[in-house]
Each structure stands twice: as C-alpha cells, then as structure tokens.
C-alpha cells in the first residue's frame, strides 16, 4: 500500500531544522505484513529526543530511515499468526520489543531484549530474517527506525511492538505512554522503587523527567523535587505538585535518596550523582553519545554504600507497565496530557524538532487526523 512518512536521508545537518530539512515527507510503499505482524493506521506519535539524537547524528543509525517510535493507532490488518488482537483495536508501539525467550528477557524488565536490540540496531523489523517492509519510489529499503517507524500514516510491526490500550484513551496520551511514561515512570517504579519514607528527584525535566516527575507523585512518598536549568519547567514542576525546585547551580547540599537522571548528558549524570544521598540510589534514564564521559568519585560508592543503576525503557515489560499507566490515568493519578506541549502535523516535523533542540517544549505529538 501507499502510505506518507517521515524519512531521514541524512544526519548532522545544521539547524534550524526547519530551513536544512534533514527529514523529507514522502510517498512510500509498505508491504502487507507478514507472519507475526500487525498492519496499524497511525493517528498520533510523540516527538522525542531518540528521534533527535538520530537526527543529529548523536546516536547514528543506518540510512534511509523512516523515524519515529512513539505511536499510537488502529489495527487494520493482522499477519498470519497473530490471534489476539482485533481489528479496529487502539494499540501503543514500543520501541523495543520483547521475544520472551533470550536470556535478557528472564530478567522481568531489567535487561533488553537480545534479538530485539540487534534488530534495531540493524533498521530492520524483529524478530526473523531481519525484514524490511518500507521502499521508496526506486525500490531502494528504506529502514525501520526501532521496529516501529511511526512517523508515518500507516506501519508494519511486529505483535511483539504493540500493546493494545482502551479505546477510550486519547491517541496523543496513548502514544506518550509507550515511550516517554513507560521510561520515566518505569524509572521510578521498576528502578528507583522508592518507599513511604524516601524523597524522589527528577533531574532534567523534559518528556521523560516531567514523565517521571508525574509517576513519583502518583504513589506514596515524602516528595518529589525537580532539577532542571530552565526556569519555565521548574515552574510547570512546582504546579504539578514538586516540593522544591533547583537549577542545578542552586541545589548545593541538597540530596535525596533516589535521584532519577533522565537527560542524557554527562553533566547531568554527575549533577543527579552528587545529589544522591548516603545508601541513595541514581538511575540513570537518558542516553548521551557513546562518546561522552562523566568524572565522579568513585569512593563514594563504597564509603557512602551507593547505587548506580541504568535504566533502559524503564527496565519495563511493556505488555505488563502500559496498562498499569494507562489505568492510573483513568483514576486521575497519572495527568500524561500534561505533558503535551503542543500538538503539530507531519508536515511541521522539521519545525518540531527546532523545538525540541531548543529545550522549549515537553511532548509534541503528530496528531494525523490533521
């Protein structure tokens, strides 16, 4: 079928985005799905810093690549094998996808997926053969960007990339729960696990900090604080319930027992390690280039009976975390639309990503009925 997406030819362009329009909306072919795949009509994806740190050539993948990986949308078609979804069902893609089966996978949530992660790696859909399911007008492939290529009116999947959802979510909050919450909430929950009695602090408050800031408060604890340089998203911090806010130059002594990083910068990591308390645990969410190093002292790992713990899309089980998120936002514990900045059409991606570079929005989410 022929479908219109986002597609990547080439990384580290110049911004503004906006004028260098390193990504191109094109006519594309997409084959039916196969064995174990599910065909899905998008209707909203999110707009998130994996995206950009591909776009930047922070984290390079292989080219041409079709973006995005946050999505939510309908199922229209099912490949042979696949029994337990329906058709017109609302599903959430995550963008890495569990085979149940590897080492990894026994771990509950903790490691990732071995096949999963060397597909894509590799732009390719999980979990056999390495597929590819997108080609241009010359027939060249054009790759899947961690199994899901969202960025797009339609997309082929792998079942093991979905997680159906309710129909009475909004596409845009269910979009954001398979990326931005089931990372920075699963943080908090499956990593950071704090009890009654301990302090949580968010230290970068984009999608996933405000993401993680959100889940903290929507369980029991002795409060939640937020770090961040922009002045603005510690405002929006304090409204949503934070009981202090630091720029990381005001926090001084300040610590707290679990300190979730979720920038992806060294500066941030040894800001979030620093503000860790003796016997206090840093989780560390955001992904920096393979290049970057952090300086910290390591005696206080053993002097001060410290923890560093990495984090990968929350050290979630997607099918397992994404309901539990989706329900909390049903209660009115999990307030994921206030993550929402703005909503943009595929057109606008470029535009979009000037935005999220220039740290002045939280989620963006393409919104295809537009």
């Not at 149940?100 to 894509?120: E, F, H, M, Q, Y």
């Not at 931005?180 to 602090?201: I, Q, R, Y």
């Not at 806010?245 to 390690?273: K, M, Q, S």
Request: charged letters at 20%; glycine letters at 12%.
């Amino acid at each position: 079928m022929r479908i219109r997406g986002a597609v990547l030819r080439d990384m580290g362009l110049d911004r503004p985005y906006a004028d260098s329009r390193p990504l191109t909306i094109e006519d594309l072919d997409l084959d039916a799905p196969g064995p174990g795949e599910v065909l899905i009509r998008l209707t909203a994806a999110g707009v998130c810093h994996s995206d950009l740190s591909v776009v930047d050539g922070n984290r390079p993948r292989p080219l041409p690549m079709l973006l995005g990986h946050e999505g939510a949308g309908i199922v229209e078609a099912l490949g042979e094998g696949v029994d337990d979804l329906r058709l017109g069902e609302q599903v959430v893609t995550v963008f890495l996808p569990r085979c149940g089966v590897c080492r990894n996978c026994l771990t509950d949530g903790k490691l990732p997926c071995i096949p999963g992660s060397a597909t894509n790696s590799a732009g390719t859909l999980p979990f056999d053969g390495h597929k590819v399911r997108l080609h241009d007008d010359s027939g060249a492939e054009v790759l899947h960007h961690l199994g899901a290529s969202v960025f797009a009116t339609h997309a082929v999947v792998n079942r093991a990339s979905v997680v159906p959802v309710g129909d009475d979510v909004p596409p845009g909050i269910a979009a954001v729960l398979g990326c931005a919450v089931l990372t920075g909430g699963g943080a908090v929950l499956n990593a950071g696990a704090p009890g009654p009695e301990d302090e949580v602090m968010i230290v970068g408050l984009g999608g996933v900090g405000m993401a993680a800031l959100i889940t903290a408060l929507s369980v029991e604890t002795a409060g939640v604080i937020g770090v961040d340089a922009n002045p603005d998203k510690l405002a929006f911090a304090e409204e949503l319930g934070a009981i202090e806010t630091y720029t990381p130059e005001e926090l001084g002594d300040r610590r707290a027992p679990i300190v979730i990083e979720c920038v992806g910068h060294p500066r941030a990591f040894e800001t979030a390690f620093t503000a860790t308390a003796v016997g206090g645990t840093t989780v560390t969410v955001g992904l920096p280039s393979p290049e970057a190093r952090a300086s910290i002292a390591p005696v206080t790992l053993t002097a001060e009976a410290r923890t560093v713990i990495g984090s990968y899309l929350g050290s979630a089980v997607p099918s397992r975390d994404i309901p539990v998120y989706a329900q909390a936002w049903r209660e009115g514990r999990l307030p994921v639309e206030a993550l929402i900045s703005d909503t943009v059409g595929l057109d606008d991606i470029n535009a979009a990503f000037d935005a999220l570079a220039e740290g002045r929005v939280i989620r963006q989410v393409i919104d295809f009925t537009r």
